[in-house]
C-alpha cells in the first residue's frame, strides 16, 4: 500500500488547514486509515483515525472537537479538516494505514505516508 498525502504548510492560530491522503495498491480499501504528527524533539502521537467504512472514528483528546476526518471510501482518501488551529499543532503529521482499527499504538502502523509539516504561529 503507498499512501500520498497533500496539503498542510502555515497558518495563524484559529485558522484551518486541511490534509489529504490518497491509499493505492493492493487491498487498499481493507486498511483503517489515520493520521499521526511529530513535533521536533518529540514521540510520535496520534491524531485520529477512520475506519474502512468511515463511519466510525476517533480522535486524541487534544484534537477532539477541532479537528474533522472523514474517507472518501471510493476513492480511498482521508482528509483531515484542521478548525481553530493552536500552536501546539505545529508538528510534522503522517498518514497511516493500519489493518487493525482498535489501536492507535504507533508499532501497529502498517504503512506510513511521507510527512507533511504544519506551522501555526500564535
Known amino acids: 500500500v503507498q499512501l500520498q498525502a497533500s496539503g498542510g504548510g502555515s497558518a495563524h492560530a484559529g485558522d484551518s488547514l486541511r490534509l489529504s491522503c490518497t491509499a493505492s495498491g493492493h487491498n487498499a480499501g481493507d486498511y483503517t486509515l489515520g493520521w499521526f504528527r511529530q513535533a521536533p524533539g518529540t514521540a510520535r502521537d496520534f491524531v485520529a483515525r477512520?475506519?474502512?467504512?468511515?463511519?466510525?472514528?476517533i480522535y486524541a483528546d487534544s484534537v477532539k472537537g477541532r479537528f474533522t476526518i472523514s474517507r472518501d471510501g471510493y476513492k480511498n482518501t482521508v482528509h483531515l479538516q484542521m478548525d481553530s488551529l493552536k500552536s501546539e499543532d505545529t508538528a510534522v503529521y503522517y498518514c497511516?494505514?493500519?489493518?487493525?482499527?482498535?489501536?492507535?499504538?504507533?508499532?501497529?502502523?502498517?504503512?506510513w505516508g511521507q510527512g507533511t509539516l504544519v506551522t501555526v504561529s500564535s
Open positions: 497511516a494505514a493500519m489493518l487493525n482499527y482498535y489501536t492507535e499504538r504507533v508499532e501497529a502502523v502498517d504503512y
Open positions: 477512520v475506519s474502512v467504512s468511515g463511519w466510525n472514528k
